[in-house]
């Protein structure tokens, strides 16, 4: 865990992060985006390597020779130290020398960050790629839905040392939406500047409370709206490749986890294909 102050007094209390890292270009990306929240709100940080026990065949058979149970160790050990090679690299290219150390964590991988998420502020990971270790690969979605934190999924390739203009918070007035804008309030707040975006129908109740609300909180907000006709994907992922915003909050699963897996749901959308971090709510 490390923690790493710069110059910027507040009176606001310390964020609590953590962060996974698989080896990935994503995870990569993840933990300088991590780095960079740390430099702007002097939050502590937790770095988390989850894998399962890299296992093709049980080697626990008695079929199995003890010499081949030696290179399957020896295979499984391989892949871990390359990964952690990896994040020593960018270790010291973040200059933070012995303040971030590595955990080591053997389970089912969406499970661990789960559960170890509950005792952080947000979970930071990487956006899934097709290409990573099937042993760490993460599901980003679910975590949020079984972990009841919020996740900020950060895509490979993110300069996360870019200028932050300002965020986007997609609402349609519901329960989701509600609790991905209270998890994303402090950073909304640092963006200080915040279009809504509602893509469809949204609940009746009227838009200004919500601009009020945002007002209160120090937070220039404006609204944008599209009617049903409009795809929410394609609507939201347009809107942010033209105006660049910084951030998208959304709130995830409104319906169950099953339609959204059956049908490619508009979470699954975004994620993969988004070219800004995304902070995700269930």
Same mark, same amino acid.
């Given at each position: 865990m490390y923690l790493l102050r710069f110059g910027r007094d507040t009176d606001m209390p310390m964020m609590n992060l953590l962060v996974a890292f698989n080896g990935s270009e994503g995870s990569v990306s993840a933990l300088?985006? *991590? =780095?960079? +929240?740390?430099?702007?709100?002097? =939050?502590?940080?937790? &770095? %988390?390597l989850a894998h399962t026990g890299h296992e093709v065949i049980?080697?626990?058979?008695?079929? %199995?020779?003890?010499? *081949?149970?030696? #290179? +399957?160790? &020896? &295979?499984?050990?391989g892949i871990l130290r390359e990964i952690e090679a990896r994040? $020593?690299?960018?270790?010291?290219? #973040? /200059?933070? *020398?012995n303040a971030l150390q590595l955990k080591e964590v053997t389970g089912r991988v969406d499970t661990v960050l789960s559960e170890a998420a509950r005792h952080y502020d947000m979970l930071i990971v990487g956006a899934r790629? $097709?290409?990573d270790d099937e042993h760490v690969t993460l599901n980003p979605d679910r975590i949020a839905l079984l972990s009841g934190r919020p996740v900020i999924v950060v895509p490979a390739g993110y300069d996360a040392g870019a200028?932050?203009?300002h965020a986007a918070l997609a609402w349609d007035g519901g329960r989701a939406a509600a609790r991905a804008l209270s998890d994303s309030l402090?950073?909304? $707040?640092?963006?200080?500047?915040?279009?809504?975006?509602?893509? /469809?129908?949204?609940?009746?109740?009227? %838009?200004?409370d919500l601009m009020l609300h945002l007002s209160r909180?120090?937070?220039? *907000?404006?609204?944008h709206e599209w009617p049903k006709s409009h795809p929410v994907a394609e609507t939201l992922l347009t809107w942010c490749d033209r105006h660049a915003p910084s951030l998208l909050v959304i709130g995830a699963y409104e319906h169950s986890k099953f339609r959204e897996d059956f049908l490619g749901g508009m979470t699954s959308d975004i994620?993969?294909?988004?070219t800004i971090p995304v902070l995700l709510s269930h």
């Open positions: 300088r985006y *991590a =780095a960079s +929240l740390s430099q702007r709100f002097g =939050a502590h940080v937790t &770095a %988390i049980d080697k626990r058979s008695r079929w %199995i020779p003890k010499e *081949a149970r030696a #290179l +399957l160790d &020896a &295979a499984n050990t994040f $020593e690299v960018e270790r010291k290219s #973040l /200059g933070l *020398a790629s $097709e290409t200028t932050h203009s402090r950073l909304l $707040e640092d963006a200080g500047r915040v279009s809504v975006l509602s893509v /469809g129908p949204r609940t009746p109740w009227p %838009i200004e909180h120090g937070v220039e *907000a404006t609204h994620l993969s294909r988004t």
